[in-house]
């Protein structure tokens, strides 16, 4: 087989937990099973790959310095008073330039890495010489730097956008949106194939720049290796993956279950709702106020083997969206694995209908998130049909996966390399 070369730039990668590394993470293999020779090009964020050509560099700005830092910390210190020692003991000196930063540029901690990134994927083009250039992931550094390389080495790029650029989230200050909008018009006029994860993105980002008709590509996942073991068991477990703060978070379920409990008491014995990830002071707060307390079980931050494991032994699978605009036109990532498991699916979408359609076609269950009856209906729902049954009827496999997700993009790169 003839190989491929491409240079591959994400911001994240090798990190587990982490949606936008995951997406890059799990097509690596396939891509080189595919006949991709690439080399990839990330921040020092991520662990390094060992079996693959990696290329790791920092950013020079002392907001991207101190992000970076800390985030090598996280791994390593697992107290907070030994974080905060070697926190302050390591940026002391970067300190006083990253105050001066934030009064001129009120930008996103990573905007700087798109100079290191810019250099080092020049002279990857120059010595590789690849036939395309991919980039992808959240931060808008990786396709600036991609696009650069692209121009000046006249080698075709491909703009994955995993998260839509123009949000408030995404650019909380009036300075900085004003720069990520003209930045999105600029990538998506120069990219060859400009890519977001949903239809409505594409649609969104076309309405906002016209030019050139944007794709999308939904990502999917890995099908699970070892196959379901679940039992039906004495509680009715609901399961939650993935970090909750800011408008996701629990303000509708818990009245939802405080209204179903209210009526069906003897529920309150029955149900377990187990969350894992992070949560924020916010829905702390509302776990504090929650007057069945006992329910709940926090497990925090887990390896994503130990949460696929727990997805396939639930016997309800929780998705809450945010209830923010940013929900209208994208689609949870956690969603696919979900759709993998072969459990229930209760989701809690925003004004979504191409999410809706998505999880209706796949025979789960979807109401508004902001809307408290709408969620006690469906949870007394899936109740009974835990009750009535073996935990809820047997759903077929998933048709989005990793592997269609590369074979397409593959496809779109082969026609303008």
């Not at 302050?88 to 330039?97: D, E, G, H, Q």
Request: glycine share 6%.
């Amino acid at each position: 087989m003839t190989k491929k070369k491409w240079l591959v730039i994400s911001y994240f990668a090798n990190i587990d937990a982490m949606a936008p590394s995951h997406h890059i993470d799990d097509r690596l293999p396939l891509l080189r099973e595919k006949g991709i020779d690439f080399i990839l090009l990330s921040s020092p964020c991520g662990t390094r790959f060992r079996d693959l050509r990696h290329v790791r560099v920092p950013s020079p700005a002392p907001s991207g310095i101190r992000y970076e830092v800390r985030y090598f910390l996280r791994k390593r210190a697992r107290k907070r008073f030994w974080f905060k020692f070697w926190e302050t003991l390591l940026l002391l000196p970067v300190y006083p330039f990253y105050f001066l930063e934030k009064i001129l540029l009120r930008l996103d901690s990573t905007w700087s890495w798109f100079i290191t990134a810019s250099a080092a994927a020049v002279i990857t083009s120059v010595r590789e010489r690849p036939e395309v250039i991919y980039s992808t992931g959240g931060p808008v550094s990786a396709h600036i730097a991609a696009m650069v390389a692209s121009s000046l080495m006249r080698i075709p790029h491909v703009a994955e956008f995993q998260d839509p650029l123009v949000h408030q989230y995404a650019a909380p200050g009036r300075f900085e949106r004003h720069i990520i909008r003209h930045l999105e018009r600029l990538i998506m006029r120069t990219a060859a194939v400009p890519l977001f994860l949903t239809k409505k993105a594409a649609e969104n980002a076309f309405e906002r720049n016209q030019g050139k008709s944007p794709g999308f590509l939904y990502p999917g996942a890995n099908p699970f290796r070892e196959a379901s073991h679940y039992r039906k068991g004495e509680t009715f477990t609901i399961a939650h993956f993935g970090s909750l703060g800011g408008s996701r978070d629990l303000r509708h379920l818990f009245p939802a279950i405080v209204m179903l409990f209210r009526q069906y008491p003897d529920l309150a014995g029955e149900v377990r709702l187990d969350l894992y990830g992070n949560i924020s002071r916010g829905v702390s707060r509302q776990i504090e106020q929650f007057p069945y307390r006992h329910i709940l079980h926090v497990r925090g931050k887990v390896k994503r083997q130990e949460a696929v494991k727990a997805m396939q032994t639930a016997d309800l699978l929780l998705l809450i969206q945010n209830t923010d605009d940013v929900s209208f036109e994208t689609i949870p990532s956690k969603v696919y694995e979900y759709l993998h498991a072969g459990r229930p699916v209760l989701a809690l979408i925003f004004r979504n209908p191409e999410f809706q359609e998505m999880l209706e076609e796949a025979g789960h269950n979807v109401v508004e998130a902001d809307d408290d009856m709408a969620i006690r209906g469906a949870l007394e729902e899936a109740v009974k049909q835990w009750k009535d049954g073996a935990g809820g009827p047997a759903f077929s496999e998933s048709p989005y996966t990793v592997e269609r997700a590369v074979e397409r993009l593959i496809a779109l790169a082969d026609k303008v390399a």
